[in-house]
């Protein structure tokens, strides 16, 4: 199948299911919708990424729909709307929250799939 449907088919399906995600509400001040994907998205993405799926599968999952269902641009507005209202220990949980949980998904996805870092 071409790769441009595949990325936009998983897209589609990983923008939709993030949506739904993202309506977890905020804690103290910490938006976990946002936090709860780039960091699941982390560990899945690793899990298929270091797996060596083929191709079509890569494709499908890694780019579109993980593609779309984690969201850079949206944590890092977030962070920058701490920053403009000065609620900076906020702001710094959020960052710490969102890039140590998603190195720590990526982490966890390799440790599967090396069955706990013994080779891929």
């Given at each position: 199948?071409?790769?441009l449907?595949?990325?936009?088919?998983?897209?589609?399906?990983?923008?939709?299911?993030r949506?739904?995600?993202?309506?977890?509400?905020?804690?103290?001040?910490?938006?976990?919708?946002?936090?709860?994907?780039?960091?699941?998205?982390?560990?899945?993405?690793?899990?298929?990424?270091?797996?060596?799926?083929?191709?079509?599968?890569?494709?499908?999952?890694?780019?579109?729909?993980?593609g779309?269902?984690?969201?850079?641009?949206?944590?890092?507005?977030?962070?920058?709307?701490?920053?403009?209202?000065?609620?900076?220990?906020?702001?710094?949980?959020?960052?710490?929250?969102?890039?140590?949980?998603?190195?720590?998904?990526?982490?966890?996805?390799?440790?599967?799939?090396?069955?706990?870092?013994?080779?891929?």
């Amino acid at each position: 199948m071409d790769h441009l449907i595949l990325v936009g088919l998983g897209g589609a399906a990983g923008s939709l299911c993030r949506f739904e995600i993202s309506k977890i509400a905020t804690i103290r001040g910490i938006p976990l919708g946002t936090a709860l994907v780039n960091i699941l998205g982390s560990l899945l993405f690793s899990l298929v990424a270091f797996s060596r799926s083929p191709g079509d599968l890569y494709y499908f999952i890694d780019v579109g729909v993980l593609g779309g269902f984690t969201t850079f641009s949206t944590f890092s507005f977030e962070t920058f709307r701490m920053f403009e209202e000065q609620n900076y220990l906020v702001m710094t949980g959020n960052i710490l929250i969102n890039l140590l949980g998603s190195l720590g998904g990526v982490c966890a996805g390799y440790l599967v799939i090396t069955g706990l870092g013994g080779g891929v």
